[in-house]
Protein backbone atom coordinates (compact mmCIF):
# COMPACT_ATOMS: atom_id res chain seq x y z
CA UNK A 1 0.00 0.00 0.00
CA UNK A 2 1.15 3.36 -0.82
CA UNK A 3 -0.22 6.99 -0.71
CA UNK A 4 0.03 10.20 -2.82
CA UNK A 5 -0.13 13.54 -1.24
CA UNK A 6 -1.30 16.19 -3.48
CA UNK A 7 -1.25 20.25 -1.83
CA UNK A 8 -2.72 22.49 -3.95
CA UNK A 9 -0.44 25.33 -5.04
CA UNK A 10 -1.82 28.95 -4.69
CA UNK A 11 -5.11 30.33 -5.44
CA UNK A 12 -5.77 26.40 -6.54
CA UNK A 13 -9.15 24.79 -4.66
CA UNK A 14 -8.77 21.20 -3.73
CA UNK A 15 -11.20 20.40 -6.99
CA UNK A 16 -8.07 21.47 -9.20
CA UNK A 17 -5.93 19.81 -7.14
CA UNK A 18 -7.55 16.25 -7.84
CA UNK A 19 -8.16 17.31 -11.39
CA UNK A 20 -4.08 17.20 -11.60
CA UNK A 21 -3.90 13.88 -9.87
CA UNK A 22 -6.38 12.66 -12.50
CA UNK A 23 -4.17 14.19 -15.08
CA UNK A 24 -1.12 12.44 -13.85
CA UNK A 25 -3.07 8.96 -13.75
CA UNK A 26 -4.06 9.25 -17.19
CA UNK A 27 -0.56 10.11 -18.10
CA UNK A 28 0.26 6.64 -16.34
CA UNK A 29 2.62 8.75 -13.78
CA UNK A 30 0.39 7.75 -11.10
CA UNK A 31 -1.04 4.70 -9.34
CA UNK A 32 -1.17 2.11 -11.40
CA UNK A 33 -3.57 -0.10 -9.40
CA UNK A 34 -6.89 -0.16 -7.31
CA UNK A 35 -7.81 3.12 -5.36
CA UNK A 36 -8.61 1.65 -1.67
CA UNK A 37 -9.16 5.15 -0.29
CA UNK A 38 -9.36 8.72 -0.15
CA UNK A 39 -8.66 11.54 2.87
CA UNK A 40 -9.06 15.62 2.65
CA UNK A 41 -5.95 16.23 5.47
CA UNK A 42 -5.21 19.62 7.24
CA UNK A 43 -1.28 19.96 6.87
CA UNK A 44 0.03 22.89 8.90
CA UNK A 45 2.47 25.04 6.13
CA UNK A 46 5.54 25.83 7.95
CA UNK A 47 6.65 29.48 7.07
CA UNK A 48 10.30 29.31 8.34
CA UNK A 49 11.18 25.83 7.40
CA UNK A 50 11.91 24.37 3.91
CA UNK A 51 10.07 22.30 2.68
CA UNK A 52 7.12 24.53 3.68
CA UNK A 53 4.37 22.15 3.06
CA UNK A 54 5.41 18.38 3.79
CA UNK A 55 3.45 15.57 3.33
CA UNK A 56 5.49 13.45 4.90
CA UNK A 57 5.62 14.96 8.21
CA UNK A 58 3.62 13.31 10.95
CA UNK A 59 3.79 15.82 13.61
CA UNK A 60 2.90 19.67 14.40
CA UNK A 61 2.93 22.52 16.43
CA UNK A 62 -0.24 25.11 17.19
CA UNK A 63 0.91 28.28 19.36
CA UNK A 64 -2.21 29.21 21.20
CA UNK A 65 -2.61 33.20 20.10
CA UNK A 66 -0.41 32.72 16.87
CA UNK A 67 -2.22 32.89 13.74
CA UNK A 68 -1.54 29.36 11.89
CA UNK A 69 -2.04 28.94 7.55
CA UNK A 70 -3.54 25.74 6.93
CA UNK A 71 -3.19 23.81 3.62
CA UNK A 72 -6.24 20.91 2.44
CA UNK A 73 -4.05 18.39 0.47
CA UNK A 74 -5.81 14.94 -0.65
CA UNK A 75 -4.05 11.67 0.27
CA UNK A 76 -5.02 8.79 -2.02
CA UNK A 77 -4.31 5.42 -0.94
CA UNK A 78 -3.87 2.75 -3.62
CA UNK A 79 -3.18 -0.84 -4.29
CA UNK A 80 -0.05 -1.40 -6.42
CA UNK A 81 -1.09 -3.14 -9.47
CA UNK A 82 0.28 -6.90 -10.17
CA UNK A 83 -0.48 -9.68 -12.78
CA UNK A 84 -4.20 -10.10 -10.92
CA UNK A 85 -4.65 -6.40 -10.83
CA UNK A 86 -5.16 -4.20 -13.75
CA UNK A 87 -5.09 -0.68 -13.97
CA UNK A 88 -8.49 0.57 -14.01
CA UNK A 89 -9.42 3.42 -16.63
CA UNK A 90 -10.96 6.07 -14.27
CA UNK A 91 -11.04 9.03 -12.53
CA UNK A 92 -11.23 9.78 -8.79
CA UNK A 93 -14.36 12.28 -7.45
CA UNK A 94 -15.83 13.62 -5.15
CA UNK A 95 -19.63 15.11 -3.96
CA UNK A 96 -19.59 17.48 -1.14
CA UNK A 97 -22.95 17.55 1.42
CA UNK A 98 -23.12 20.60 3.70
CA UNK A 99 -25.10 21.28 6.30
CA UNK A 100 -28.23 23.00 6.15
CA UNK A 101 -30.34 24.84 8.61
CA UNK A 102 -28.19 23.06 11.91
CA UNK A 103 -28.50 19.63 10.40
CA UNK A 104 -27.23 16.93 12.36
CA UNK A 105 -23.92 14.74 11.10
CA UNK A 106 -26.74 11.95 10.55
CA UNK A 107 -29.37 13.91 8.57
CA UNK A 108 -26.75 15.22 6.41
CA UNK A 109 -25.55 11.44 5.85
CA UNK A 110 -29.39 10.86 4.94
CA UNK A 111 -28.71 13.27 1.80
CA UNK A 112 -25.66 11.92 1.01
CA UNK A 113 -27.47 8.36 0.73
CA UNK A 114 -30.05 9.68 -1.57
CA UNK A 115 -27.35 11.28 -3.91
CA UNK A 116 -25.74 7.54 -4.16
CA UNK A 117 -29.25 5.59 -4.41
CA UNK A 118 -30.22 8.25 -7.60
CA UNK A 119 -26.39 7.23 -8.81
CA UNK A 120 -26.73 3.53 -8.05
CA UNK A 121 -27.05 2.60 -11.99
CA UNK A 122 -24.40 4.93 -13.09
CA UNK A 123 -20.57 3.88 -13.61
CA UNK A 124 -19.46 4.97 -10.61
CA UNK A 125 -17.72 2.93 -7.55
CA UNK A 126 -17.67 3.87 -4.23
CA UNK A 127 -14.64 4.39 -1.99
CA UNK A 128 -15.42 5.91 1.14
CA UNK A 129 -17.10 8.65 3.04
CA UNK A 130 -15.54 11.37 5.20
CA UNK A 131 -16.83 14.00 7.67
CA UNK A 132 -14.30 17.19 6.56
CA UNK A 133 -13.94 20.34 8.75
CA UNK A 134 -13.87 23.33 7.23
CA UNK A 135 -13.43 27.36 7.89
CA UNK A 136 -16.46 29.55 7.43
CA UNK A 137 -15.34 33.78 6.47
CA UNK A 138 -17.69 35.85 8.74
CA UNK A 139 -18.72 38.76 6.78
CA UNK A 140 -21.18 41.49 6.82
CA UNK A 141 -23.66 39.88 5.03
CA UNK A 142 -23.51 36.82 6.52
CA UNK A 143 -21.26 33.38 6.47
CA UNK A 144 -19.58 32.60 3.39
CA UNK A 145 -19.24 28.66 3.02
CA UNK A 146 -16.51 27.70 0.66
CA UNK A 147 -15.85 23.78 1.00
CA UNK A 148 -13.13 24.24 -1.99
CA UNK A 149 -10.90 26.39 -0.42
CA UNK A 150 -7.72 25.12 0.12
CA UNK A 151 -5.63 27.14 2.07
CA UNK A 152 -7.28 29.30 5.31
CA UNK A 153 -5.80 31.30 8.41
CA UNK A 154 -6.99 30.19 12.01
CA UNK A 155 -6.80 33.08 13.84
CA UNK A 156 -5.03 33.44 16.98
CA UNK A 157 -6.35 36.13 18.49
CA UNK A 158 -10.32 35.62 17.76
CA UNK A 159 -13.02 33.21 17.25
CA UNK A 160 -12.99 30.72 14.09
CA UNK A 161 -15.71 29.49 13.07
CA UNK A 162 -16.00 26.08 11.57
CA UNK A 163 -18.71 23.84 9.46
CA UNK A 164 -18.29 20.20 9.08
CA UNK A 165 -19.47 18.36 5.53
CA UNK A 166 -19.73 14.81 4.22
CA UNK A 167 -17.04 13.92 1.37
CA UNK A 168 -18.08 10.55 -1.05
CA UNK A 169 -15.54 9.82 -2.75
CA UNK A 170 -15.68 7.53 -5.84
CA UNK A 171 -14.22 6.72 -8.82
CA UNK A 172 -15.89 7.76 -12.61
CA UNK A 173 -14.72 5.37 -15.11
CA UNK A 174 -14.12 5.89 -18.74
CA UNK A 175 -15.34 2.73 -20.13
CA UNK A 176 -18.54 1.36 -18.86
CA UNK A 177 -19.03 -0.99 -15.65
CA UNK A 178 -21.28 -2.59 -13.86
CA UNK A 179 -22.61 -0.37 -11.20
CA UNK A 180 -20.68 -0.37 -8.09
CA UNK A 181 -22.69 1.95 -6.17
CA UNK A 182 -25.10 1.15 -3.08
CA UNK A 183 -27.00 1.99 -0.48
CA UNK A 184 -25.26 3.03 3.24
CA UNK A 185 -25.71 2.60 6.38
CA UNK A 186 -24.61 4.59 9.20
CA UNK A 187 -23.25 3.45 13.12
CA UNK A 188 -21.85 5.65 15.76
CA UNK A 189 -19.51 4.71 18.27
CA UNK A 190 -18.98 7.24 21.24
CA UNK A 191 -16.62 6.52 23.98
CA UNK A 192 -18.42 5.67 27.25
CA UNK A 193 -18.66 8.12 29.96
CA UNK A 194 -18.58 7.46 33.55
CA UNK A 195 -18.55 9.51 37.04
CA UNK A 196 -14.38 9.64 36.45
CA UNK A 197 -13.57 9.14 33.14
CA UNK A 198 -13.86 8.22 29.23
CA UNK A 199 -13.96 4.86 28.23
CA UNK A 200 -10.10 3.93 26.75
CA UNK A 201 -10.15 3.00 22.88
CA UNK A 202 -9.38 0.11 23.40
CA UNK A 203 -12.63 -0.64 25.18
CA UNK A 204 -14.10 1.11 22.51
CA UNK A 205 -12.41 -0.54 19.78
CA UNK A 206 -13.23 -4.20 21.23
CA UNK A 207 -17.08 -3.00 21.27
CA UNK A 208 -17.05 -2.41 17.30
CA UNK A 209 -15.56 -5.68 16.70
CA UNK A 210 -18.18 -7.40 18.73
CA UNK A 211 -21.12 -5.47 17.15
CA UNK A 212 -19.73 -6.03 13.53
CA UNK A 213 -19.23 -9.62 14.33
CA UNK A 214 -23.07 -9.81 15.67
CA UNK A 215 -24.63 -8.25 13.11
CA UNK A 216 -22.24 -9.65 10.02
CA UNK A 217 -22.19 -6.28 8.14
CA UNK A 218 -20.02 -5.43 5.59
CA UNK A 219 -18.14 -2.45 6.13
CA UNK A 220 -17.21 -0.07 3.60
CA UNK A 221 -15.20 2.44 5.89
CA UNK A 222 -14.81 3.65 9.37
CA UNK A 223 -13.37 7.27 10.18
CA UNK A 224 -12.19 8.90 13.74
CA UNK A 225 -13.79 12.11 13.90
CA UNK A 226 -13.09 14.49 17.34
CA UNK A 227 -15.09 16.62 18.66
CA UNK A 228 -15.32 19.09 21.10
CA UNK A 229 -16.70 18.40 24.57
CA UNK A 230 -19.49 20.69 26.03
CA UNK A 231 -18.57 23.75 23.94
CA UNK A 232 -20.63 25.61 20.63
CA UNK A 233 -22.99 23.64 19.06
CA UNK A 234 -21.60 20.48 20.26
CA UNK A 235 -23.22 21.31 24.02
CA UNK A 236 -26.55 21.22 22.09
CA UNK A 237 -26.14 18.31 19.59
CA UNK A 238 -23.47 16.17 20.67
CA UNK A 239 -21.35 14.14 18.36
CA UNK A 240 -24.02 15.01 15.70
CA UNK A 241 -22.96 18.50 15.43
CA UNK A 242 -21.68 20.02 12.15
CA UNK A 243 -21.25 23.72 13.52
CA UNK A 244 -17.92 24.82 16.10
CA UNK A 245 -16.29 27.58 16.86
CA UNK A 246 -12.71 28.21 18.11
CA UNK A 247 -11.40 30.34 20.71
CA UNK A 248 -7.49 30.26 21.37
CA UNK A 249 -8.20 31.91 24.62
CA UNK A 250 -9.64 28.58 25.95
CA UNK A 251 -8.93 25.30 26.88
CA UNK A 252 -11.06 23.00 24.49
CA UNK A 253 -11.06 19.22 25.52
CA UNK A 254 -11.90 16.73 22.45
CA UNK A 255 -13.79 12.99 22.74
CA UNK A 256 -13.11 10.64 19.78
CA UNK A 257 -16.13 9.64 17.78
CA UNK A 258 -16.13 6.64 15.32
CA UNK A 259 -18.59 6.31 12.24
CA UNK A 260 -19.14 3.06 10.74
CA UNK A 261 -20.07 3.34 6.98
CA UNK A 262 -21.96 0.25 5.83
CA UNK A 263 -22.60 -1.41 2.75
CA UNK A 264 -26.14 -1.93 2.49
CA UNK A 265 -28.92 -1.91 5.81
CA UNK A 266 -28.57 -3.18 9.39
CA UNK A 267 -30.63 -4.67 11.75
CA UNK A 268 -29.15 -4.29 15.85
CA UNK A 269 -28.82 -7.28 17.69
CA UNK A 270 -30.72 -8.45 20.72
CA UNK A 271 -29.95 -6.45 23.68
CA UNK A 272 -28.72 -10.07 25.08
CA UNK A 273 -26.50 -10.53 22.54
CA UNK A 274 -25.36 -7.07 22.80
CA UNK A 275 -25.89 -4.59 25.48
CA UNK A 276 -27.40 -1.24 25.12
CA UNK A 277 -24.95 1.68 26.22
CA UNK A 278 -25.45 4.88 28.33
CA UNK A 279 -26.78 8.07 26.07
CA UNK A 280 -24.45 10.07 25.27
CA UNK A 281 -23.37 13.26 27.53
CA UNK A 282 -23.86 16.24 25.38
CA UNK A 283 -22.92 18.97 27.16
CA UNK A 284 -20.95 17.57 30.41
CA UNK A 285 -16.99 18.75 31.00
CA UNK A 286 -14.02 16.44 30.18
CA UNK A 287 -12.30 14.38 32.94
CA UNK A 288 -9.45 12.83 31.63
CA UNK A 289 -7.75 10.37 34.07
Not at 91 to 110: A, C, G, M, N
Not at 113 to 130: G, I, M, P, V
Request: one cysteine or more; proline letters at 5%.
Amino acid sequence: MRYSGYPGEEEEDVKTALDRFNQKYRTFEAFPGRVINVETVRSKIHLHTEPAIDVDRTVSMERGPSDTIYLNIFKVYFEIANAHLEVVNGEISFEDFLPEHQETHSEVFQRGNAWLREHEKSDLELLNLQTVSFKVKLKWTGLLADPLRALYTDMGDSNTEYWKMLRVYFVKYVTPTPSLISTVSLKSFYPIQDKKSYEEFSSLRDRIQKWTAATGVQVLNIETVPIRVGRSQEAKQGYEAMHTSRNNDQVDCWEYIIWVYIKGEFDEPPANVIAPVPPHKTNESCNIM
